[in-house]
């Protein structure tokens, strides 16, 4: 495979080689791509923890346990006040 790379990425390979961190570009690659796919895994893990929670949170509805709107905002707005009236 062949890859052709923007100036500011060959910059950055060379000053990763520079700083003594890496001897050679396929050692910098590795490590990006390793990073990337660890970014990738945990983002796929968030996004089904996230569905879970919505599940939940939709079961917890459906059962009539939520809280409308308009109370949520006014216990947010309530503890703002309070947070503020403490700290003066």
Known sequence: MSINLKP???QF???QI??????????????????????????IQWVEETR????VAITELDRGEGLDGETVVMQILERFQK?????E
């Open 8 to 10: 500011e990425h060959e």
């Open 13 to 15: 390979i060379r000053a």
């Open 18 to 43: 520079a700083s003594g961190r890496f001897t050679n570009p396929d050692e910098v690659i590795d490590t990006a791509l390793r990073l990337l796919e660890k970014s990738n895994h945990e983002y």
């Open 52 to 55: 879970q929670k919505v599940e």
């Open 83 to 87: 947070a503020r009236e403490t700290s």
